[in-house]
């Protein structure tokens, strides 16, 4: 450390002196400007806490590399004043106050050089006698300081306010861009309930028709109808196909729809998972190709005999999945394989096919996404499969994963959150499926003779005449058709819900066979009526739809006798939903119960 300069400090005079040298020290160590006037500023403000404890010295020393170093020591021993410490402490790199052997307060500010700054002993002291002491001159100093400061304050108080000015116009902006994506954000939460409706309705309305050309091929194959030339049977087997593949499609998007609009709830109830998977290998097995073998591995050990699940669910994702593996798995295996983690179950569908590349990975789960390819263009299907397994997953409270390589297989996991029945006492959650009286799908439940389930294809129904109220009159025929393989019965029509009352209050109608959407009057209000009417409240009612008879409105379920799907008639189920719902009525008008 180099000593530059001593200063006594005795007087207010002085106090112009040290800071004038204070400055001159500054200008000859290479400090810029700005670091200058810090430096005068802050030993003017401690010199004068010193004046006013009686004076004292003020030396000024710097290292070959900086800093500059200012120690201003009292004469005495009195404490200082706060003020001009606390004010060059925001001024200089360092402040600290210290006290010397004598007792007496020592106050040494530090400031950092220029970095490469270059300076000698010599050539300070030669700078400082080349600039003489002048209080007059360090007072037009400090004026023009404070001319300068007081226009650089008001060029950033200018600035200040332009800055505000634009800091408000774009909060403004801002504001707006909030308020404009709200509304964006609201056009498309509405845009998606719309596409949700739209794909519901038009789910709904497709259903109908297509069922009906199902029903009207089935009866033309049927081998007790009139006999086909091959070529007919042929077309005829070919329309039928093409239906099943629409009504598939049309099933996926509303089961889409209602994955999406939360509208799909799981409906636990105790499953045997072993014969569940075992039943689900065997229903796709036909899928599978000469040279794929589709294998069902061991359940393992550790997963209770019955879980508490929705089978219905579970059974839709695994067959999505499996029907994925033997579409894509020309030869090789497809294997089906269980797993157990804690109360989670992990159920792997592998598959040795032609695999994904790890670009479209990410894209199989983005709903009608098929992965470019001749084998996929080969392949029927809608790009819906993985993108609903994984909603129905995710409902279910579980989840999937995919893993696979180009070439040599695919590999999905579905991990899904299982009770154990027996943990549970044996009964699934309130509201499960197993528990519901009605909503028998397909015929379930009904027998025509208190014989085996559904009903036998021979079997009669005692009723003396059926309405059947439906907006289609391909499927109003279709129903008939089917009914006189079952019955007798005088068979009326109606096609909308006001005729079909009318109908009942003329006629002496036993059983309705009532579609779930009608014009004028929907099927809710029509059961209103007759359950209300005393005149009509014994006439057995099958609720005919093309919805999912698992997701209907409990409501519907409630007010009607049976439920009959129209992806699902034929003769045995007919006279099943029929004779469930004659029985139910029966026990109705004789008090036994006040619904199904």
């Known amino acids: 450390m180099t000593d530059l300069l001593v200063l006594d400090l005795v007087a207010e005079t002085d106090l112009f002196l040290v800071r004038q040298r204070a400055r001159e020290v500054a200008v000859a160590l290479g400090l810029e400007g700005p670091d200058q006037v810090r430096v005068a500023t802050a030993v003017s403000e401690v010199g004068r806490d010193l004046l006013a404890a009686g004076g004292g010295r003020v030396a000024f020393s710097a290292a070959a590399s900086g800093p500059l170093v200012v120690a201003l020591a009292a004469r005495t021993r009195a404490a200082l004043p706060d003020g001009g410490t606390a004010a060059a402490g925001r001024l200089a790199d360092d402040v600290r106050v210290e006290r010397d052997a004598g007792g007496r307060v020592v106050v040494v500010l530090t400031k950092a050089l220029p970095r490469g ?34 226009a650089e304050v008001s060029s950033k108080q200018e600035q200040l306010e332009h800055l505000n000015a634009e800091l408000e116009q774009t909060n403004r902006g801002v504001v707006a861009l909030y308020v404009d994506l709200e509304e964006k954000q609201e056009q498309l939460r509405e845009a998606d309930r719309a596409k949700s409706r739209f794909l519901t309705s038009v789910s709904h309305e497709l259903r109908g028709p297509v069922s009906s050309v199902l029903g009207l091929a089935g009866l033309l194959l049927d081998p007790a109808a009139d006999p086909l030339t091959p070529e007919q049977r042929e077309q005829v087997q070919l329309v039928g196909g093409c239906a099943q593949d629409l009504l598939t499609l049309v099933n996926d998007l509303l089961d889409l729809a209602k994955a999406e609009s939360g509208r799909l709830e799981p409906a636990p109830e105790p499953v045997d998972l072993r014969a569940l998977l075992a039943d689900l290998v065997a229903s796709v097995r036909p899928l599978a190709g000469p040279e794929t073998a589709l294998v069902l591995d061991d359940v393992d050990a550790r997963v209770p005999a019955t879980v508490v699940t929705d089978p219905a669910l579970v059974r839709q994702v695994l067959r999505n999945l499996l029907t994925n593996a033997l579409k894509f798995t020309e030869r090789g295996t497809v294997r089906v394989s269980t797993d157990v983690h804690g109360a989670r179950l992990a159920v792997r569908v592998q598959d040795t096919g032609i695999g994904i590349a790890e670009a479209d990975r990410g894209r199989v789960f983005e709903e009608f996404f098929q992965v470019p390819g001749p084998w996929q263009a080969r392949v029927r299907g809608s790009g819906l499969g993985l993108p609903h397994a994984r909603r129905l997953a995710a409902v279910l409270g579980g989840g999937l994963s995919l893993d696979s390589e180009l070439g040599r297989g695919t590999s999905v996991v579905v991990d899904l959150p299982v009770g154990d029945a027996d943990a549970d006492g044996g009964a699934g959650a309130p509201g499960a499926r197993g528990a519901e009286p009605t909503g028998h799908v397909g015929g379930g439940g009904g027998r025509a003779d208190g014989g085996g389930p559904g009903g036998r294809p021979d079997d009669r129904l005692e009723v003396g005449t059926v309405l059947v109220a439906d907006d289609d009159p391909a499927f109003r025929g279709l129903l008939r058709r089917e009914l006189a393989a079952v019955s007798s019965a005088e068979v009326l029509e109606a096609a909308d819900g006001n005729e079909a009352l009318g109908v009942l209050r003329e006629r002496g109608v036993g059983l309705l066979f009532l579609d779930l959407r009608m014009p004028r009057l929907d099927a809710a209000s029509v059961l209103d009526h007759l359950r209300t009417d005393p005149a009509l409240v014994g006439v057995a009612v099958v609720v005919v739809t093309a919805v999912d008879g698992a997701t ?39 008090g036994g119960v006040s619904g199904p």
């Open 117 to 150: 700054a270059t300076w000698t002993a010599e050539g300070v002291r030669e700078h400082l006698l080349a600039s003489p002491a002048s209080p007059t001159a360090e007072l037009r100093s400090q004026n023009r300081e404070l001319l300068v400061a007081l």
């Open 552 to 590: 209907l409105d409990r409501a519907h379920l409630a007010a009607a006798d049976a439920v009959l799907s129209k992806a699902e008639l034929s003769p045995r189920a007919l006279a099943g939903a029929a004779s469930r719902a004659l029985r139910v009525a029966g026990l109705r008008a004789g």
